[in-house]
């Protein structure tokens, strides 16, 4: 038995995505009920499972990344593809985007995300997501291939630290420091506006939750006879475009912020995650990784 369900993509440049869903009524072969239920060959199918676009459905469990399509389904077992054209059609190993290796240690390892480089996957595909990214080229980084899992999230738009595990144990040790709060961020960013003060706190709620995020001021310039300003953030919850709301309701949009500034600039969202403190899991030693500001593409901006 085979579901099509297509969807139309939203927006002015519309995608036409869609979603395949095919159901075994008997024990099957995961590619071949693909390539029955698809307008896709068997080659482009197997290319898109190794993008992260075919899920295996567990029902009400979490769904499974199906790399690859030898395996026979059980009957009554569930496959949903989604597919994105303009995503799939990029190369696997498409480098127009390239993250920086800052760290490595064994069990995980630290990087530097740049912008427009997803922090995390979506039902789409993974592939241009910096875990997948990481592990599609592991054995040429590290002389021997090696799992990837996402610990932390950073929106596309901005750029800085982020630690990547290499093995289960790991990955649950540095999630429950994250979830402890014992894993410290600290982020740069320059806005427009100067603060009235040089030390604030922004407690406003997001999405009705609570959310707090800590303010210091570093500089302020002109830029386009207008002023802008460095400031130094903190925070404590990790609500979705906290500190892009936080700073844009005290009149201080973050320059290059389309959603909470102006949505008509052509510079690059100014935010980035600097700072990285936690305790290391392997060998219980206090890390504190610290960019210098050439390894930043932020907009120099000079004390007055």
């Not at 693909?34 to 075919?54: M, V, W, Y």
């Not at 210091?216 to 802008?228: E, V, Y």
């Not at 320059?255 to 500034?261: A, C, Q």
Request: proline share 4%; glycine share 6%; aromatic share 8%.
């Amino acid at each position: 038995m085979i579901e099509h369900k297509n969807f139309q993509g939203a927006g002015n440049a519309a995608v036409d995505t869609q979603h395949f869903q095919v159901i075994a009524e008997h024990d099957s072969n995961a590619l071949d009920l693909l390539a029955e239920a698809t307008p896709f060959s068997k080659a482009q199918l197997k290319d898109f499972a190794q993008k992260g676009a075919i899920w295996l459905n567990h029902g009400g469990k979490k769904a499974e990344v199906i790399r690859r399509l030898k395996r026979t389904l059980k009957s009554h077992q569930k496959i949903d593809f989604y597919y994105n054209p303009r995503l799939l059609a990029q190369a696997l190993l498409c480098d127009n985007i390239q993250a920086r290796l800052v760290a490595d240690y064994g069990a995980y390892s630290l990087w530097f995300k740049p912008r427009g480089m997803l922090s995390q996957s979506s039902k789409y595909g993974d592939f241009q997501s910096l875990p997948r990214w990481v592990e599609l080229r592991s054995a040429n980084l590290f002389g021997t291939a090696r799992p990837c899992w996402q610990i932390h999230r950073l929106d596309r738009a901005t750029e800085g630290l982020m630690l990547i595990a290499h093995n289960k144990k790991t990955a649950a040790q540095l999630t429950q420091l994250f979830e402890e709060k014992r894993i410290h961020k600290t982020y740069l960013a320059n806005v427009w506006g100067t603060p009235q003060v040089p030390k604030w706190s922004n407690h406003q709620p997001i999405d009705g939750k609570s959310a707090c995020s800590h303010f210091i001021w570093q500089a302020s310039a002109i830029l386009n006879q207008s002023p802008i300003s460095r400031i130094q953030i903190t925070i404590e919850t990790g609500r979705t475009h906290q500190i892009r709301k936080h700073l844009s309701a005290d009149g201080l949009p973050i320059i290059g912020d389309r959603l909470y500034g102006d949505p008509q600039t052509t510079v690059d969202l100014q935010l980035s995650a600097y700072r990285l403190q936690w305790l290391c899991p392997v060998d219980n030693i206090e890390r504190d990784i610290q960019l210098n500001e050439r390894d930043l593409t932020l907009i120099e901006v000079a004390e007055r």
